[in-house]
């Protein structure tokens, strides 16, 4: 048996053989698309494909779902973005259902209303 040793710290050695902080590529991809989002809390700001797959607004098993089928290369940056889109649409209207209490400043739902989200560029 052959033992090899380094000549450089563990602390060093552990940060240069595997890097746990680097992100996958999808992943990147996915924080640096932007949607602008219409819902109150958003306030019609650009927020990233990845921050809303995270939010409230998408149930884990359809984030993990869409997660696995965009790594698998199954679904297109387009389509998630589509799909993304419209849960937060309706999830945010199903809050804002006519005859509800709303907060100032939150979207209102029905003919006429803005969209609660819409897809902006690449």
Not at 26 to 50: D, N
Request: avoid cysteine; glycine fraction near 8%.
């Amino acid at each position: 048996i052959t033992v090899k040793s380094s000549n450089q710290d563990p602390v060093t050695a552990a940060r240069e053989g595997d890097n746990p902080l680097k992100e996958e590529p999808w992943e990147t991809t996915l924080k640096t698309t932007k949607i602008r989002v219409q819902a109150a809390e958003f306030g019609g700001h650009e927020v990233s494909l990845w921050d809303l797959l995270q939010s409230r607004f998408i149930p884990e098993e359809s984030r993990e779902e869409l997660l696995e089928l965009y790594r698998a290369g199954e679904l297109s940056l387009e389509q998630v973005r589509t799909v993304v889109s419209t849960i937060v649409s309706r999830a945010a209207a199903a809050r804002a259902e006519p005859g509800e209490r709303r907060e100032p400043g939150e979207a209102e739902s029905g003919p006429g209303a803005e969209p609660v989200a819409t897809v902006s560029g690449p």
